[in-house]
């Protein structure tokens, strides 16, 4: 027998599970997401990391592409090819297809190795309601993860974006394997860097606003999801949060307005489309509220959208004004690709009310 495969089949002998799977979005991986995969290296014969939030433009929760994140653990492991990732996309307002999306991705997975199906494991520590998504998948072992000295990554991205070069070490480092330690050193000197440093301190502030406030405070928004001779329009945004990403037109509605009249005002002050008022109203399809409680970064959000589906033909004259940079009308084949360039939830917001007409 081939000495790779004598070592392989010594590496097996003893293991628990044939597939551990590990779900998580790594911003950034850290001490204890490290030693948990090499905790399942231990007990299982193959680890997948499913990296999420895989597709998403750059913030302040979400700073590294799932390929950064997946090359900043790889450094920070022994070379094992026991190990591998995978990206798994958000779906915001469907849980069954996210559910769907790991079930393939294990089951691509699980059939390439020969895995026993009843030797799968799902690994995953049951720290609040953000983890629920370790009970929908009943039809593995569950393995609970032990919370590792107390690190948590949103910690690590509030002080990675508040730090001086001098407290780098003091502030983030300690939690830190070296190589992505050193990675995030890199990345600071980076012009993304600078710009998500804009976006935490415009945050900040926002919070501050209001924090003397007796309750949680909730935002009421609008959007319009308009679709012309199978195109849609967007805004490009002209300042924080999310300046430069492309979005819905939308915006906050007034104390004395309804929702729609304030999803029509927002429209055509953002776009300047040369459609008659009348004639937007007319053209509404459907409407859907989206009230994902992590949409935005900026607090609880509630958006109501609605779909406006004009008439074929050719494209109206739009123009970007008021707090859009930019306004453009986007083949719906294009804007398929643009997850990573689009604002908070409206990738989501138009895949699902595209699904209504």
């Not at 393995?143 to 590792?148: E, G, R, S, T, V």
Request: proline share 6%; with cysteine; glycine share 6%.
């Amino acid at each position: 027998m081939p000495e790779f495969k004598k070592t392989r089949l010594a590496e097996a002998i003893g293991k628990k599970y044939d597939l551990i799977i590990y779900i998580g979005r790594f911003q950034p991986p850290h001490l204890a997401h490290i030693k948990l995969m090499e905790m399942a290296l231990d007990r299982g014969k193959e680890l997948l990391v499913l990296i999420g939030s895989a597709v998403q433009p750059r913030t302040t929760k979400n700073p590294w592409s799932w390929q950064e994140r997946a090359e900043m653990t790889k450094q920070s492991l022994p070379s094992d090819s026991r190990v591998r990732f995978l990206p798994l996309h958000d779906v915001l307002y469907n849980d069954s297809q996210w559910v769907l999306n790991v079930q393939s991705a294990v089951n691509e997975v699980s059939t390439m190795i020969g895995a026993d199906p009843n030797k799968i494991a799902i690994l995953g520590h049951s720290k609040d309601e953000t983890s629920y998504y370790l009970q929908l998948f009943p039809q593995w072992k569950a393995i609970d993860a032990p919370n590792i000295d107390d690190i948590h990554a949103a910690d690590i991205r509030a002080a990675y974006w508040m730090m001086e070069p001098d407290d780098f070490d003091e502030k983030v480092g300690q939690k830190l394997p070296k190589a992505i330690h050193n990675y995030l050193k890199a990345f600071a000197l980076r012009p993304e860097y600078e710009q998500l440093v804009k976006e935490y301190k415009f945050l900040l502030k926002y919070w501050a606003m209001w924090q003397g406030a007796p309750h949680t405070v909730q935002f009421l928004t609008c959007d319009s999801v308009v679709i012309q001779s199978g195109h849609i329009l967007l805004v490009r945004r002209r300042a924080e949060p999310g300046r430069g990403l492309w979005a819905l037109p939308g915006g906050f509605v007034g104390d004395q307005e309804r929702i729609k009249d304030a999803a029509i005002r927002e429209l055509r002050e953002e776009t300047r489309i040369d459609c008659p008022e009348a004639v937007l109203y007319g053209s509404i399809r459907a409407s859907e509220v989206y009230d994902h409680p992590n949409r935005s970064l900026r607090g609880r959000t509630v958006s109501h959208a609605f779909l406006i589906e004009l008439r074929p033909g050719a494209l109206h004259y739009v123009k970007g004004a008021d707090d859009a940079e930019k306004a453009r009308w986007v083949p719906l084949g294009v804007f398929d690709t643009m997850q990573d360039q689009l604002f908070e939830d409206h990738y989501h917001i138009v895949k699902d009310l595209l699904g209504k007409l």
